[in-house]
């Protein structure tokens, strides 16, 4: 039998939902029930922490600070119930991924069916974004994230390498020619994403940056894959994205004396815990052992 969901619980699922109704849903009771539990709540806080009409559904600054507590209590309630239970070792539950849009449809999609049928009672709950996500803010248990540095205040595993080369559609450097030098950049065309720019390169001479602006301004790292292979302009794009492109000769590789700053990496990122649920433990196992594969096939193609 179902516990009865706590007040904090409850009031953590009906922000989370975004909707009375939605978190009724979820909670399994009524819709009577969460508006009267909510309003109850309110009552003994003696303040309104959601506004609430028919069209309107948002937090107040005082529902905003309460929210970000609540979370901080039941995250404490759950350790310490794992501490005494050993549940910390069972790999069950809701877990929230998220990971960029090119990476995870190329390098998570396809091995998810594995995951769950390995760990069936996982709940989970996959979001694909291009754009920079607060986990914490947004409850998002897991995020894979590309970059040289993790954000403060998540622990992280480094689950492989992102090389990056420069790189043009044949018909882009048929109608444009093909640059000689990185300073020659500044003469073509170039496409990269919002906040991509600029490129820190690595080059016979040491590190250099790129600056510059896109030719498109999109928050799309998928858009800039198209467009490129399209032939709109030169990008720097990693090795993971775009193999099968230069391999097919879709793409060709421009200035290969220059790659992109080896410091940057593909890694799993989590807020920092005393005790680490097991979903994340096993859901990071399990993209370090596909994308050991996966990466390093890309990274030892022969890229002429």
């Not at 909707?19 to 003696?46: Q, T």
Request: glycine share 6%.
């Amino acid at each position: 039998m179902k516990m009865r969901p706590s007040e904090y619980e409850l009031y953590r699922a009906i922000v989370e939902a975004g909707s009375l109704s939605v978190a009724a849903r979820n909670l399994h009771i009524s819709n009577a029930m969460v508006s009267k539990r909510l309003a109850d709540l309110e009552r003994r806080l003696g303040t309104q922490l959601i506004l609430r009409t028919t069209h309107q559904f948002s937090l107040t600054p005082e529902g905003r600070a309460f929210y970000e507590d609540v979370k901080l209590i039941l995250s404490a309630i759950y350790q310490a119930e794992e501490k005494v239970s050993g549940v910390e070792n069972i790999p069950a539950g809701r877990l929230r991924v998220s990971a960029p849009t090119s990476f995870g449809r190329l390098h998570v999609a396809p091995y998810l069916l594995g995951f769950m049928e390995a760990y069936p009672q996982i709940e989970l709950d996959f979001d694909l974004s291009d754009d920079f996500i607060d986990i914490r803010h947004e409850g998002i248990d897991i995020a894979i994230r590309i970059t040289s540095e993790v954000t403060a205040g998540l622990d992280s595993v480094r689950l492989g390498d992102s090389h990056r080369i420069l790189c043009a559609a044949p018909s882009y450097i048929k109608k444009n020619g093909r640059p000689e030098s990185i300073e020659e950049l500044n003469e073509h065309h170039l496409l990269a994403a919002t906040g991509q720019m600029p490129w820190r390169m690595v080059g016979p001479k040491g590190v250099i940056l790129v600056s510059g602006q896109s030719r498109v301004r999109t928050n799309s790292s998928e858009i800039v894959r198209e467009l490129t292979i399209v032939g709109s302009g030169i990008a720097l794009r990693s090795l993971w994205d775009i193999t099968n492109e230069l391999k097919m000769g879709h793409l060709v590789r421009v200035l290969p004396d220059y790659k992109g700053s080896s410091n940057v990496g593909v890694f799993a990122v989590w807020p920092k815990a005393e005790i680490i649920p097991a979903a994340i433990k096993v859901f990071t196992a399990y993209l370090e052992t596909v994308l050991k594969t996966s990466l390093n096939h890309d990274t030892q193609t022969n890229i002429s």
